[in-house]
Every structure is written in structure tokens, then in C-alpha cells.
């Protein structure tokens, strides 16, 4: 099997266990020394990135926003976490902020790699409402933060121009179906839900096995409740 390209994008402010909880499980690999079935890498614009309490933690990326742009075509699994609703949308109105709201818009109409044969666009908790922005989610089921349903519809919206039809629904997440180009777009609950979602991802591409063994690997006990078609 070829490992799966994934790329976790980090911006000031984010919440930590909104990106470290899918890292920590795309990480997992077996105990004998095999290489697991993902490759990670973290990228940003700004190096380096204060996490949500800037107290605690400061993030060095892997790789830059341009470098991640530049072999977008490369990356399987993107995973977009969530922030403060503020900090969103401040994010969203930014430079920075309008240039991953493009690159969503091409990844999601890039056909998955030959070599892995599935791309996934992964949202966690408020990371939904980026990808509202981009417009990504227009008639399709939906989650985030429980706090965040109706911002989330709102930036749909105002993406779409009017009614954007997306369906929000109450749930730990949601397995939005596949565009054209045959992108899986999938969103996690709030915070903890990433974990969930990326186990589901991992059940998704690699098989249940490999799924079960990364939550026994991290001692998570898995919660299945969620949507998909």
C-alpha cells in the first residue's frame, strides 16, 4: 500500500486538539517498526503559529502555504481545524484566509491520486465554517461545533450568494458524499469529534484493522455515531 499524503494546515490561533488529535491518529503505525499507511506534514502561513492559548504552545510547520499550493495535486487527506467563531471570522475576511478558501476550491476538484485512489477534504469542529467560505459545502450535509449551526449556515449562504441548500445536521459527523471529481468532503463535530472523523477516515482508506489498531495504539474508545450516504 502507498502511504497517503496527508497535510494539516495550522493558523494562528487554532485550536490545539483540532489538528494534534488527527495528527496523533494519522500518526499511529504498527509496533514492529512497519511504516503506517499515512505521511504527514503540517503547513502554514506564518512561521511560526501561536495555537489558540498562546500561553502554552507554538507550532513550527513543516512547510509553508506556498510549498503545500504547490503539490496540492500530491495531497490525499486535508485536514482544516476549527478556531474561536471570531477568530474565524476574521480569518475568513484575511488574505490569508482567501487563499485557502482557493486552495479547497481546487483540491476538491482534483481526482484523487492514481496511486491512492481517494482524496479526502477533512473539516474539524468550526474548520466547517472555512470551508463554508470557500463555498465547498453548498448542497451538502454538514456539521460543526453544536455552538457554530447557524454561523455555519450563514457563511454558506453568503458564499452561495443566496440559499447555498447546505443541510446542517446535529451530529458527532458527517460524511458529505463526493463532488465530481470524486473528493470525499467529511466533517467532524466539535473538537474531540476529529479524532472520531479520523478514525473513520483511517476505516475509510485503509481498512477497519488499521483503524481499530490506531485507536487501541492512542486508547481511544471509538464513537461510530455519526452520518454518512
Known sequence: MVPYNVAIYLYPKADILDFSGPA????????DGRPGPFKSTSFAHHNPVPAADTG????????????IEARIDDIDILVIPGAA???CDEFIKSKEGKELSALLRKFVGLKPRKESGKRILQSV???AILLAASGVLAGRDATT?????????EVADEAAGGDSKINVLKTRWVDGGLTDAGVRIINAGG?????DTSLYVVELVAGKEAADWAAELVEFDRRIKGYSE
Open 125 to 127: 469542529c468550526s474548520g
Open 145 to 153: 461545533h453544536h455552538l457554530g449551526f447557524d454561523m455555519l449556515k
Open 56 to 67: 502554552t504552545l507554538t507550532y513550527i510547520p513543516n512547510a509553508t502555504f506556498a510549498e
Open 191 to 195: 473538537v474531540t469529534s476529529g479524532i
Open 85 to 87: 467563531f471570531d477568530t
Open 24 to 31: 496523533e491518529i494519522y500518526s499511529a503505525r504498527p509496533l
